[in-house]
């Protein structure tokens, strides 16, 4: 097989595959009732993601030099604050950088 069907054959396979990996939950769930767990999971999946984000961004956070976290730790608050108020993360974490790049680029 040369070069080029070979190439042909990946992409239809990686786009098989992710196909039929975004048809499971219709096929799976099609009656329209989901299982208990699986709502759970939409529920709570979000939050974990939000969270995992936020320890992600301050993992190298000094506290000790520097602006000693001041506008990591603001930031990361008022990105938790809006998220609550304006349950949408876009805007959230939007105005969070934008005010993050703000406060490192004038302010400390």
């Given at each position: 097989m040369n070069e080029?069907?070979?190439?042909?054959?990946?992409?239809?396979?990686?786009?098989?595959?992710t196909m039929l990996i975004r048809a499971l939950p219709f096929i799976a769930f099609g009656s329209g009732k989901l299982p208990p767990a699986v709502e759970y999971v939409g529920k709570m999946l979000p939050r974990a993601v939000m969270v995992t984000l936020i320890i992600f961004c301050l993992r190298n956070t000094s506290f000790t030099t520097g602006s000693h976290g001041i506008p990591e730790i603001g930031c990361a608050v008022l990105c938790a604050f809006l998220?609550?108020?304006l349950k949408n993360a876009i805007?959230?974490?939007a105005i969070s950088t934008v005010l993050y790049m703000v406060l490192i680029r004038f302010v400390f």
């Open positions: 080029f069907w070979y190439g042909m054959a990946v992409v239809a396979v990686c786009a098989s595959v998220q609550r108020k805007p959230s974490i």
